[in-house]
């Protein structure tokens, strides 16, 4: 049963639940409630492994992120509602020392959960903050992901120039 639930995560389906217990048919009714209550958790907990596993993505990225907790929180907001997830994450970056990272994080972060045009969105301000060779490198990234391969060239061409990039799109410079 856990193998399939996780595989069903892992494949994009939806997790399948745990069985909670039929009444009546565990002669324990306290062990059968607690039963009840652990497959009520592990659905939960399997619900929200992707936002997880996208906050934690985010976290790692880049140094001077946010904390893993707060991106966690981002991305329940946008299970809920985009829209709560621009609020939490523009006061997010707010509450930053390095707000290009805090960008760069939350671009990060959309890229994780399939949101292109959120991720472009953030990459763009990571790079209008700070025009450091990683954030323009991730801007490029973003851009062609979204489609627009002219663009790209252009960001992959300037993070390249300012040094430091050995790589862009998986391809020696």
Known sequence: DAYERVHAWWTGGAPAPVAPHEPGAHPDAQAAD???????????ALAEAPMLAAARYAHARFPGAPAEDALFAVARGY????????????????????????HAALGALFDALGDPARERDERQAAVDASAEPAFVRGLAEAVARAGDGSAALIFATQAAAAGGVTTIFGMPN
């Not at 607690?34 to 939960?44: E, G, I, V, W």
């Not at 707010?94 to 290009?100: F, P």
């Open 79 to 102: 299970r809920r509602n985009p829209a709560i997830a621009d609020r939490l994450g523009a006061d997010l970056v707010a509450s930053q020392v390095d707000e290009a990272a805090g």
């Open 34 to 44: 607690a039963q009840t209550a652990d497959a009520q958790t592990a659905n939960a």
